[in-house]
């Protein structure tokens, strides 16, 4: 295999996804799928060769093509695992969007049959992607934050409910498995990715259910007007938060938040016992000495170290921020594009595989769960205490 051929499979966030893959040397996208045909015209313009694309409306057909190799599935949640099941069954390899699923039910239906097909099967995640997040995950691996004990995770739009697919407002969608996602998802994987074993958490719709809250998809600042037949269908949380706790004594606190009266946020901090960490901007807190590791690192990523005073002041508080490590998101977007092709071409192993995304949905789901019932669930058992 020269080129992995690809499909790409819904035109909302299969369209980053999509150029990403297709801006790869050795992938070409070759088809395109979606139920609206001028979502599918309009996104194949932008590829390197249109004319060359197929467009599918119906996906058990994009399925059985002999012509494609991979398939990015950018649905709704509810319709990741099932069209997830049929890609596998039929040898393609997978690149889902997050979250995996709408349930751990089905997650865990969608990690056995990915598995036991032998096919790549990996997460999309921006956030886990991103230059800032990847940097500091390199940083906590080289052990500069000692041991990190916990962390605190938040993604907060003050008016951000997506007002174009009902998918999002169902029952399966919502802001947590929506925008919690990425935050829980990131700072679990800079945490050393520890086994969770409970958590407790609270939910709701504030703004959903009256209206409010709404933006459109072509003009994300502007509120936008949501009638009545489409809010009154709202069956999912628009805010949610929770903590978690890990088998190995650490701690997670996240939230997230589609509207509220608050300014937008997305913001991970990290605490260890030899140093601290923000990600955006991606800012070190250390007492000094700094080792040079961290220095060497920073190179790798083009990020250059800017700090208020003396980096070999020793005992006292030093604050260092990451300069060009912020940058636009297609790079995240790439990074997420060329690693599934490595592994696929080169045999390189996933580092954001499906079961990845089986953790962090037994995560959402417990506090959902735990949210719904009032009461700590225990992950590890599944039960309520």
Not at 53 to 59: C, E, G, I, K, Q
Not at 106 to 111: G, K, L, T
Not at 215 to 233: H, I, L, N, W
Request: one cysteine or more; aromatic letters at 8%; hydrophobic letters at 40%.
């Amino acid at each position: 295999m020269n080129k992995v051929r690809v499909a790409v499979v819904g035109m909302g966030i299969g369209r980053p996804n999509g150029l990403a893959l297709a801006s790869n040397p050795r992938a070409e996208v070759v088809a395109l799928c979606d139920l609206v045909e001028e979502s599918m015209t309009d996104f194949a313009a932008l590829l390197p060769q249109p004319d060359a694309v197929r467009l599918y409306t119906d996906f058990d057909e994009l399925c059985r093509s002999r012509e494609i190799d991979a398939i990015f599935i950018g649905t709704p949640n509810q319709l990741h695992v099932p069209m997830g099941l049929k890609a596998v069954a039929h040898d393609k390899h997978v690149l889902v969007t997050k979250p995996l699923a709408d349930s751990v039910e089905a997650a865990e239906r969608m990690v056995e049959a990915a598995e036991a097909a032998g096919v790549v099967n990996m997460m999309s995640l921006s956030t886990r992607f991103s230059a800032e997040v990847q940097y500091m995950g390199a940083l906590a691996r080289l052990g500069t934050f000692g041991e990190l004990y916990y962390a605190r995770a938040r993604s907060i739009r003050r008016n951000g409910i997506p007002a174009w697919n009902t998918g999002f407002i169902r029952k399966g969608g919502g802001a947590f498995r929506d925008m919690g996602v990425h935050v829980l998802d990131a700072a679990w994987w800079m945490l050393g990715m520890p086994r969770p074993v409970s958590v407790t958490g609270v939910a709701g719709a504030r703004f959903g259910p009256r209206g409010l809250g709404f933006f459109g998809r072509k003009t994300p600042d502007e509120v936008a007007a949501a009638p009545r037949s489409y809010y009154s269908q709202f069956a999912a949380d628009d805010y949610a938060g929770g903590f978690i706790r890990f088998e190995d004594g650490g701690a997670l606190q996240v939230e997230s938040f589609w509207a509220s009266h608050q300014p937008g946020d997305l913001q991970i901090e990290l605490f260890g016992e030899e140093a601290g960490a923000q990600v955006r901007p991606p800012t070190l807190y250390t007492n000094g000495p700094v080792p040079t590791a961290v220095f060497e690192t920073a190179k790798r990523f083009d990020a250059k170290p800017v700090a208020g005073r003396s980096l070999k002041d020793e005992g006292r508080p030093l604050d260092i921020t990451f300069d060009g490590l912020t940058k636009e998101r297609s790079k995240a977007w790439n990074a997420i594009a060329d690693h599934f092709i490595d592994c696929i071409l080169d045999g390189v192993p996933c580092e954001a595989p499906l079961r990845h995304g089986l953790t962090a949905q037994k995560m959402m789901e417990g506090l959902l769960m735990s949210a719904e019932t009032g009461r700590e669930l225990r992950l590890d058992s599944g039960r309520v205490d």
